[in-house]
């Protein structure tokens, strides 16, 4: 029997021994405040401050984040918990009230953004006499680019070269063990500081380098690269000062933060350890989110042409990639309205709806139950998490994953329900002008939705 052949045997199970009384604080205070909370999540069109540092498709905003965490009744030590944790949204509200957070991400771009936001702004008053130091040392080093340094094809050579010189002072000066050896910042997740300014870094570099858009925005390239501006230290000392203006002008951390590289499916915590958990899954629409973050992960020297990338993808949930091999049928443990969408998706008329599609969209079912089943299992009884998903359409059917992810989490026993939604003007779908042969859809929401345990 398949690991996801366990979980849905789990989650039947679950769902016939636990009853789905709802807990009398947690969720009943969320519940009541819920008309109250601004339920549009998104970061708005243009981001300012920290939320600029890494504008993240499928995220929250901050003032959501903090909104949710002080309406929930968390006692003092309480711990949160963000499964898919982005740009750090969640570990960086949290810490900035008081609450112990745990954030995990499947992408190292992710891991290192979430970290940068937890550093502390006594650091980042220091931050730019560090940048100035390290570049003036920067300066004397010599540097030979690799003419297969994955960061080619994006920047021009000399900004190759100085980007590697300043990326290895940073990490031998801010994140070296203490034996002396420089780690490597794919492997461990990196101190706050060394975080904030590779960061920084990568920003100043990504200002710089050569890329090519699509209409999808979560789609990059890389453009012609032109021996354009590349004077990367100067522009990372102006980076440096601007974020370090962003962090001093918010509150210090007043807990512990806890970042790192982890797949949701598979969260290595101990069981009942969380109390609570905020976090936005990957929606059901076939965003590259490991695409999307070509150019960092190829400062990160992970090309787009290395097994790792090609892994990273596969093991995405919501990725568009699907395994090999002819598609599996769905089992009859999974929940009804999950086996209705896919049974609508594999008899839709439409070319290559039996194979990959309806491969793509079992996938993302098989990947959420799997995780879901691990984040019932973290859970302290009388915890909850609260899910910002959104519906989406394949074609002219519609996929709607908020009433989904209530009945996937009443099958493993937690009681859930739609705290309220809003409806969307603005989707991705809107850049296909091919969607509208199937009409006007207004079914677009995006939706708050808490499953207590």
């Known amino acids: 029997m398949g690991r996801m052949d366990l979980a849905a045997d789990r989650l039947t199970l679950a769902g016939k021994r636990t009853s789905l009384k709802r807990n009398p604080t947690l969720v009943s205070a969320l519940e009541s405040i819920a008309a109250e909370l601004r339920l549009d999540a998104k970061r708005p069109p243009k981001?300012?401050?920290?939320?600029?540092?890494?504008?993240?498709?499928?995220?929250?905003?901050t003032k959501f984040a903090f909104d949710v965490l002080r309406a929930a009744p968390l006692k003092p030590g309480a711990r949160v918990l963000d499964p898919w944790n982005g740009s750090g949204?969640?570990?960086?509200a949290a810490s900035r009230i008081g609450l112990n957070s745990i954030g995990f991400d499947i992408n190292p771009v992710a891991n290192l953004v979430a970290q940068a936001k937890v550093v502390h702004p006594d650091d980042a008053t220091k931050g730019t006499d560090i940048a100035y130091r390290i570049a003036t040392e920067a300066k004397l080093c010599a540097y030979e680019p690799r003419g297969d340094d994955p960061l080619a094809p994006w920047l021009a050579p000399r900004a190759v070269a100085s980007y590697r010189i300043l990326e290895r002072l940073i990490l031998s000066k801010l994140a070296s063990t203490s034996g002396g050896r420089v780690v490597r910042s794919t492997a461990v997740t990196l101190p706050p500081r060394a975080s904030f300014m590779l960061l920084a870094l990568?920003?100043?570099a990504r200002?710089?380098?050569?890329?090519?858009?699509?209409?999808?925005?979560?789609?990059?390239?890389?453009g012609i690269n032109a021996d354009g501006d590349t004077r990367l230290a100067e522009g990372w000392i102006a980076m440096?000062?601007?974020?370090?203006?962003?962090?001093r002008s918010s509150d210090p951390p007043l807990s512990r933060t806890r970042t790192g590289l982890r797949d949701a499916r598979n969260l290595k915590l101990g069981d009942s350890s969380v109390d609570f958990v905020l976090t936005s899954p990957p929606y059901c629409t076939r965003i590259d989110y490991v695409v999307n973050t070509s150019f960092e992960l190829a400062a990160l020297s992970i090309a787009v042409t290395d097994t790792r990338f090609h892994s990273l993808r596969m093991r995405t949930m919501g990725s568009p990639i699907v395994p090999k091999g002819p598609p599996e049928p769905v089992p009859a443990t999974w929940p009804l309205g999950v086996r209705k969408v896919l049974e609508l998706v594999k008899s839709h008329p439409?070319?290559?709806?039996?194979?990959?599609?309806y491969k793509t969209y079992r996938t993302y079912f098989a990947h959420c139950m799997k995780a879901l089943c691990e984040l019932q299992r973290v859970l302290k009884p009388g915890g909850a998490a609260v899910l910002v998903v959104q519906s989406s359409y394949y074609k002219d059917v519609c996929i709607d994953l908020p009433e989904l992810y209530v009945e996937i989490g009443r099958g493993l026993g937690l009681y859930g329900r739609v705290l309220s939604e809003v409806r969307l003007t603005r989707y991705l779908a809107q850049i296909n002008s091919k969607s509208a042969r199937y009409g006007e859809k207004d079914g677009y929401r995006e939706a708050v939705v808490i499953l207590g345990k």
Not at 207 to 222: E, F, G, H, V
């Open 240 to 247: 440096v000062e601007r974020m370090c203006a962003d962090i």
């Open 89 to 92: 949204t969640t570990t960086y």
């Open 202 to 204: 990568m920003r100043a």
């Open 207 to 222: 200002a710089i380098a050569s890329l090519k858009t699509t209409t999808n925005p979560t789609w990059i390239r890389p």
């Open 47 to 61: 981001s300012a401050g920290i939320d600029s540092w890494y504008p993240y498709y499928a995220g929250f905003s």
């Open 350 to 357: 439409s070319r290559d709806s039996r194979s990959y599609y």
